[in-house]
């Protein structure tokens, strides 16, 4: 819920957290998570503001951020 107006205060805690112990995959699942819902969220505010021809733009280079987000993640789960 926090994710979708700012990640920046997740992130942080998070990295500090994967220093004090917290395994990395579940520090890195949550930043995945809270950055998906800030990205759901202003995709949402791209296609009311902008219309459908700005939000297909804008939501196109969102799902691609979101799959390179995703494919990180699972690389990373792979890896450990």
């Known amino acids: 819920l926090a994710g979708t107006t700012d ?3 997740i992130t942080l805690s998070m990295a500090k957290l994967s220093l004090e112990g917290l395994e ?3 520090a890195a699942t949550t930043i995945l998570l809270a ?3 800030n990205t759901i969220i202003k995709g ?3 296609v ?3 219309g459908w021809a700005f939000g297909r733009r ?3 280079a969102f799902v691609a951020m979101l799959v390179a987000g995703a494919a990180g993640l699972a690389a990373m789960l792979a890896w450990a």
Do not use: P
């Open 35 to 37: 950055a998906a819902s």
């Open 48 to 50: 009311s503001v902008g």
């Open 7 to 9: 990640v920046d205060a």
């Open 58 to 60: 804008v939501l196109g």
């Open 44 to 46: 949402f505010l791209a």
């Open 24 to 26: 990395h995959h579940r």
